[in-house]
């Protein structure tokens, strides 16, 4: 189902697809997976079929996938602190209304690639409360000493300022689970390898996943098997909200 979800901080609507698993009730609490760049995740990754496929098989629980459109992407995905609150304030309110999850952050996933993965990083750390998980593809942590090349992105300044908060933090008290993918051959890796090891020196269970590709959906694709599965299984589990 299409929704058009309002958002007054935003001052436009974030165009999402709820996907829930076959057989579900929609008033029944279930598990959510919410992804950046949503559609194209569908159109050119296929994650709304691999999904459904994971789920016949039993290897993910019954659950739920908001699919959000990107908002002037570059903007709303470069640690947006405005983005990072239309988030939690407008998006995920009506997000559990349209697809209510059981009481606890635990029972909501980020995932994203590339600047996506970065912005959901960024929502984590500002409202801690928002997600138990994250999945992020080839992250866009870019850093003002090692990446030049990309100083002509107009918010690189912004986005290497939160990356370098995140690298230098000596801990971290709201930690989640995270899993990272990033291809052998990106540009990117050695930030993703950084983040990595800042995140588990904070105290979070991450691990960084590499693989033979590049940055595209081809690549993000082809690493939902069996990382991302394995993520919503370490969160969710059989996707019973029982005590942990």
């Not at 559990?96 to 959901?120: C, H, I, K, Q």
Request: aromatic share 10%; net charge neutral.
């Amino acid at each position: 189902m299409r929704f058009e979800l309002a958002s007054p901080r935003l001052r436009a609507d974030v165009a999402t697809l709820l996907w829930s698993a076959p057989g579900t009730d929609p008033e029944e609490p279930l598990p959510l997976l919410i992804a950046h760049d949503g559609p194209e995740y569908a159109r050119y990754s296929g994650l709304v079929h691999f999904l459904e496929r994971m789920h016949a098989q039993g290897r993910v629980p019954p659950m739920r996938a908001a699919l959000l459109a990107p908002v002037d992407r570059n903007e709303s995905y470069s640690a947006s602190a405005r983005y990072a609150q239309a988030l939690w304030a407008d998006v995920l309110p009506a997000l559990g209304f349209l697809a209510p999850t059981p009481a606890g952050r635990r029972w909501r996933v980020g995932m994203g690639a590339s600047l996506g993965a970065l912005a959901m990083l960024h929502l984590h750390r500002i409202y801690p409360g928002a997600l138990g998980g994250l999945y992020l593809q080839s992250g866009s942590y870019f850093r003002q000493r090692y990446d030049k090349q990309e100083s002509g992105f107009p918010r690189f300044r912004r986005i290497a300022r939160f990356v370098g908060e995140t690298l230098n933090a000596s801990d971290w008290p709201d930690l989640v689970r995270v899993t990272l993918t990033c291809g052998t051959v990106e540009e990117n890796l050695a930030n993703n390898r950084a983040v990595r090891s800042a995140l588990e020196r904070q105290g979070y269970d991450v691990e960084l996943h590499t693989h033979r590709d590049a940055h595209n959906y081809t690549s993000w694709r082809d690493s939902f098997d069996p990382h991302l599965v394995e993520l919503l299984g370490d969160v969710w589990g059989d996707g019973s909200p029982q005590p942990r």
